[in-house]
C-alpha cells in the first residue's frame, strides 16, 4: 500500500503520480471536495480518472446538499463545543455560524475560537472564514462523466442506506467510466 498526499486540484503538483491506472482507491473525505469550486472539482476528478485503476473505486464523503441549501440567512454565533487544550490545560471554545449563499450554491461559514487564559480575562479569539461549495447528485453525476469516471451508486449514510434529501450525508461512489 503507499498512501499519496497532493493537491488533487492543481494539475502542476509535483506529489501527483505520473504514472496512468495505479490507485486502487481514492478517498476524499468529510467535506474535503466542498473546498473546491467546480473548475478545481471538475481537474480533481480527471486527475483522478487517469489515476484509479479500471476495477478502482473513488468515494467522495460530504454534507447533504439539501440540508446546506436549506441553511438560510446568517445564524448567530452559536457554541458548538468546548475542550481543554492538552498542552496548556485553558479551555477553549468553538463558536460557529452559517450562512447559505444560495447563487453560489455555497455555504459561509465562520468560527470563533477562544482560549481562556488565567492571567487574561478576556479570551482570545482566532476568527477562521471559509466558502463551502455543494453539488447536487445529479451534478455529481454530470461532473463525473465530464471526467472519464461514473457514478456507481449515492449512500446517505456510513451505513449505506441509499440517499435522500433527509440523509444525513452524501457519499459519491465513483469508479473509471
Request: net charge negative; proline share 6%.
Amino acid at each position: 500500500m503507499r498512501l499519496i498526499t497532493a493537491d488533487i486540484a492543481s494539475p502542476q503538483d509535483p506529489y501527483l503520480p505520473n504514472e496512468a491506472q495505479t490507485i486502487t482507491l481514492a478517498i476524499i473525505g468529510i467535506n474535503t471536495f466542498m473546498h473546491l469550486d467546480e473548475r478545481q472539482a471538475g481537474t480533481a476528478l480527471r486527475h483522478i480518472a487517469r489515476l484509479l485503476k479500471p476495477n478502482g473505486r473513488l468515494c467522495i464523503d460530504m454534507d447533504n446538499p439539501f440540508t446546506l441549501a436549506a441553511v438560510g440567512g446568517y445564524a448567530e454565533l452559536e457554541v458548538e463545543q468546548e475542550w481543554l487544550d492538552p498542552d496548556t490545560g485553558q479551555a477553549i471554545r468553538q463558536l460557529s455560524a452559517y450562512r447559505a449563499v444560495e447563487d453560489d450554491q455555497a455555504i459561509d461559514v465562520t468560527w470563533v475560537f477562544e482560549e481562556q487564559t488565567a492571567d487574561n480575562p478576556v479570551p482570545e479569539q482566532t476568527v477562521v472564514e471559509m466558502r463551502y461549495a455543494y453539488l447536487y447528485p445529479h451534478q455529481y453525476d454530470l461532473l463525473l462523466s465530464q471526467s472519464g469516471l461514473r457514478l456507481v451508486t449515492l449512500y446517505g449514510d456510513y451505513d449505506r442506506n441509499p440517499f435522500d434529501e433527509a440523509s444525513d450525508r452524501l457519499l459519491v461512489i465513483a469508479q473509471p467510466a
